[in-house]
């Protein structure tokens, strides 16, 4: 089992920038995928980003160029760098895992609320 717990969420205004982390245990995520989704008032869950075992990224066209996905495998976590920051990016964000062999993303944290105000 992988826990996964977020942390730096916040209110702040538009145009700044805030640093989301994800904390895994129970296992070394390693060689785990890991992805940041988000979910806004009244709307599905979207993906944000991506980072796989070997460091590759992905990200959603809305986030390119402002937020960058890294991770500290010695530290077991995954970041999220939120730059330029819109009020569209309110939501609650949300860190998974996907295991090697695995096809989705089967472990998740209980999310950080980002409020960006205009």
């Known amino acids: 089992q992988v826990q996964l717990v977020e942390s730096g969420g916040g209110l702040v205004q538009a145009g700044s920038s805030l640093r989301l982390s994800c904390a895994a245990s129970?296992?070394?995520?390693?060689?785990?995928?890991m992805g940041w989704f988000r979910q806004a008032p009244g709307k599905g869950r979207e993906f944000v980003a991506l980072?796989?075992?070997?460091?590759?990224?992905d990200y959603a066209d809305s986030v390119k160029g402002r937020f960058t996905i890294s991770r500290d495998n010695a530290k077991n976590t995954v970041y999220l760098q939120m730059n330029s920051l819109k009020p569209e990016d309110t939501a609650v964000y949300y860190c998974?895992?996907?295991?090697?062999?695995?096809?989705?993303?089967?472990?998740w944290g209980q999310g950080t609320q980002v409020t960006v105000s205009s």
């Open positions: 980072i796989t075992g070997n460091g590759a990224t």
């Open positions: 998974a895992a996907r295991g090697l062999y695995s096809s989705a993303f089967g472990y």
């Open positions: 129970g296992r070394t995520i390693s060689s785990y995928a």
